[in-house]
């Protein structure tokens, strides 16, 4: 989201790779453009969703990124990736319960990526929050 720094899908180890003979920014309009078009063609298809709603984190398109997260979860409830794309998406604009929810809910289908948690800038809105700091010790305390 900030900086489009969403985590990858379990299937997707690398962000996308930039273009030969294109610059950043060609590549990044290019990608931006294409894959709007795609998701207008095909709403369902969760690979255009979260390549678009990264694009459109990375123009600051925060509510837009979002509508597209809640549709991915929609489409993938059970999957821990697409609800810690919407915690961040929610915590980016500041909306500190939904975050908190839907991080939860990750955590609760196996998220454990605990070094993220710590240093993602999505969620700097919710890290200081006392649910925050519960919820993480809940699940990586293991004392």
Do not use: T
Request: hydrophobic letters at 40%; one cysteine or more; proline letters at 6%.
């Amino acid at each position: 989201m900030a900086g489009s720094k969403r985590q990858p899908d379990d299937h997707e180890e690398h962000p996308h790779a930039v273009g030969v003979g294109r610059s950043n920014a060609s590549q990044r309009d290019f990608e931006f453009d294409f894959f709007g078009r795609l998701v207008e063609r095909d709403a369902s298809n969760v690979d255009f969703l979260r390549a678009h709603a990264d694009n459109l984190a990375a123009r600051g398109r925060y509510d837009r990124a979002l509508q597209l997260d809640r549709r991915i979860v929609k489409l993938q409830p059970d999957r821990p990736i697409p609800w810690y794309n919407l915690a961040c998406s929610y915590a980016v604009q500041g909306f500190i319960e939904p975050a908190l929810v839907a991080l939860q809910r990750s955590i609760e289908l196996g998220y454990a990526d605990f070094a993220r948690l710590r240093r993602d800038p999505d969620l700097d809105s919710i890290r200081a929050d006392p649910r925050f700091i519960k919820l993480i010790r809940r699940r990586f305390d293991r004392s």
